[in-house]
């Protein structure tokens, strides 16, 4: 998979010094809390499985960093603290923590993932020195699943979803991803020993972890871990012609309605509507976000340098945060936060919270919100002319490529248009 320029920008470059640093945010320094620099294995307890991930410790401008590390993806982990004999790693733009107690070249304690409506915990160890994922010395591969995948998953309760599975095997070192109609499951990494193989991702946020096993027929058949308790199970065959239902065709409006009608606070406070002189005669393009959406973290990531470079052309971009908590300051919180980090200079609203349902009815017009993101492009006399539900990040390589020309095309039809 081929990273873009959006996010080659925001994830910084992997810099790796080679010595010992013992910096922390309080005066209790000790050998106990020592966090060494270099590579790391780390395992997260997912549904009861064993789930690997990768990162780095490194020290920039005197502080110490991590980077999470999904293939070619580097996640950037600024926040490190101490408190009492533990080290905390703040994920980022995310609501989610891991905490554990350092004893040399081991970590050992918990990932707390607060951005839902019931926070968990999992259990969390790392150890230093591993650059491996699943296996130190995998079995040859007796297969090669390299290239494109009509997957179908099935849920706990029996009902299913399609998918495409876009996988990229060199020898055994294996990745990829799943797009589904409302989202992909971004820069998935692994391998395959023999007959089998195994792919995870751990952006702070999610932690995914997905296995297979190659059939006689030339099939696959495996299961899909997350959270607490999630398990699904999925199966596939190659097919280069499969498609998923068009992007465009999923969110609509109801009939009678042509035009989106909001009045929401900014961070600020201040209330902002697509009525406001800023917007009038511009085209707009409005995103339904959430700051605890991964694929809303890579579209905002495209969107806040599309935006400042477009700007001057005439064109606005609003985001709609629907977030966790339904209290103002924490979601604001939040909201801020993905500011922030990701240099978002359109206005960022909060709408509400994440519930669908609830999201559809602050958007009357809407017959229903499906998926966070979901996109909706406004032209100059206020009509809604495109919803585009879903975002194909840049984990998925050419339909990432194939979005940001489409939405090039849009925006500039939109512009020339009188």
Known sequence: ????????????????????????????????????????????????????????????????????????????????????????????????????????????????????????????????????????????????????????????????????????????????TFLTTTGDYRYLQGEVSGSSLSLSVFDGAHAYLFNAQAQADSTLKGNFYAGLATHETWTAKRNPDFKLASAETLTYLKPGYDRLMFSFPDVNGQQVSLTDARFQGKPVVVQIFGSWCPNCMDETAFLAPWYAKNKTRGVEVIGLGYEVSPEF?????????????????????????????LVAKSLPALD???????????????????????????????YYEDFVR??????????AEK
């Open 368 to 398: 229903k919100v499906v998926s966070f993101p979901t996109t909706i492009f406004i032209d100059k006399k206020g009509k809604v002319r495109k919803i585009h539900t879903g975002f194909s990040g840049p984990g998925t390589g050419k």
């Open 1 to 176: 998979m081929k990273p873009t320029f959006a996010l080659t920008r925001y994830f910084s470059a992997l810099l790796i010094p080679t010595f010992l640093f013992m910096t922390a945010c309080s005066s209790e320094t000790s050998k106990d809390k020592t966090l060494l620099p270099g590579n790391w294995r780390g395992v997260i307890q997912v549904a009861g499985q064993n789930m690997p991930f990768n990162f780095t410790v490194a020290e920039q401008e005197g502080k110490p960093v991590a980077y999470l590390v999904n293939g070619e993806e580097r996640i950037l982990i600024n926040e490190i603290s101490y408190a009492q004999d533990s080290v905390h790693l703040e994920m980022h733009i995310f609501d989610a923590t891991l905490i554990a107690k350092a004893d040399g070249n081991r970590l050992a304690g918990r990932w707390a993932r607060r951005d839902m409506e019931k926070p968990y915990n999992l259990p969390f160890t790392a150890e230093h020195g591993q650059t491996t994922r699943f296996s130190e010395n995998p079995t040859a591969p007796a297969v090669n699943v390299s290239g494109k995948w009509e997957v179908q998953f099935t849920k706990a309760d029996g009902s299913t979803y399609p998918a495409i599975g876009e996988f990229v095997q060199n020898g055994n070192a294996l990745t990829g």
């Open 406 to 415: 489409d939405f090039n095309k849009t925006m500039d039809e939109l512009l």
């Open 329 to 357: 300051d924490k979601a604001k919180a939040r909201i801020e936060k993905m500011q922030n980090r990701l240099k978002v200079e359109y206005p960022l609203l909060v709408a509400g919270t994440k519930d669908k349902e």
